[in-house]
């Protein structure tokens, strides 16, 4: 690759959503760096990650506090395997849709591999025990404006709790709150014209007002939690912002759980930094989808997909 080439690559890190048993099969018989990513954090966690990733139960996984160090581990191992490929490649800027955001933190050498495994395992289960379950809900809205989805939550609020969550591209956004608000959200959306509604098969309403319980018992671990400054530059997504030092990302991880994600606003700021192509550092390909709604000539890449001996 040209070296003008190589600065205008961006690396970008998923969220939840992105699990799946048997992820990262493939590239653990390629290379022992998966299986080892999984060892460090499962010394962590007590429990075997890599059998849950790989043999379930799927249920298990897809709980919030198991998806979480599974998601982050996975992101961790396909960037120390694009390292070792690419001793000399690195990115121009970072950036991960909510949970992702840590990962993108771990891989700058901001954060500690272990510590956030710990952090993220924690969150989790802060985020599960800040509603009760039946209580919460998400949905997805397509085919309306932001504008339009914002006067669609405060028309059906009604007292209770509705917003936007993620706003992932243009046209799809994500709401979330109590559920029988988001459930008056969703057919408010309808009769504006939404093309379609679904609700989301999530156990927690993520960057809403319900978080907060959980934000507060975050923000206890990461006041003391050591936080370098990014040898790569972290875009934060709850703030459009590239923060440099500790007290300035802490509070961009607290404030996350409670905001929405601006994922189109994020993308948008990559195009204007000058990037051209942006890698999908994780399972699946969710957000290289997302990308080529928001700014199709962006060039991307998931990591996951590669097969052959090189992705480039």
């Not at 599974?70 to 490929?85: N, P, Q, S, T, Y």
């Not at 970072?94 to 969150?123: P, Q, W």
């Not at 706003?167 to 956004?173: I, R």
Request: net charge negative.
């Amino acid at each position: 690759m040209k070296e003008d080439t190589i600065k205008k690559m961006a690396f970008v890190f998923p969220g939840q959503g992105s699990q799946s048993l048997g992820m990262l099969a493939d590239l653990a018989e390629k290379t022992p760096i998966v299986k080892s990513c999984f060892a460090e954090a499962s010394s962590v966690l007590g429990y075997d990650l890599w059998q849950l990733t790989q043999e379930g139960p799927e249920e298990q996984l897809n709980q919030t506090q198991y998806t979480q160090p599974a998601l982050l581990a996975a992101g961790v191992a396909f960037w120390r395997f694009w390292c070792e490929k690419y001793p000399n490649q690195r990115p121009l800027v970072m950036a991960g849709h909510s949970l992702g955001e840590y990962t993108a933190l771990v891989c700058a050498n901001s954060l500690d591999f272990k510590e956030a495994i710990k952090i993220v395992s924690n969150r989790g289960r802060f985020m599960q025990e800040a509603v009760p379950q039946g209580k919460g809900a998400m949905a997805a809205i397509l085919g309306l404006t932001d504008e339009q989805v914002q006067v669609a939550c405060r028309e059906a609020s009604e007292g209770d709790i509705v917003s936007a969550a993620n706003y992932n591209s243009k046209g799809q956004v994500v709401i979330a709150g109590e559920t029988q608000a988001v459930e008056r959200a969703m057919d408010r959306a309808k009769a504006m014209g939404a093309r379609k509604t679904l609700l989301l098969p999530v156990s927690v309403p993520s960057h809403c007002a319900l978080m907060a319980p959980a934000s507060l018992r975050l923000a206890q671990q990461l006041r003391e939690t050591t936080f370098n400054v990014p040898n790569i530059p972290v875009l934060h997504n709850v703030d459009l912002a590239f923060h440099q030092t500790k007290e300035a990302i802490q509070d961009a991880l607290i404030n996350q759980l409670v905001r929405p994600v601006r994922w189109v606003e994020t993308i948008q700021l990559m195009e204007t930094l000058g990037i051209e192509r942006i890698i999908e550092c994780g399972p699946g390909r969710v957000l290289c989808g997302l990308i080529k709604r928001i700014v199709p000539s962006i060039e991307s890449i998931s990591l996951n997909d590669c097969r052959e001996e090189t992705c480039l």
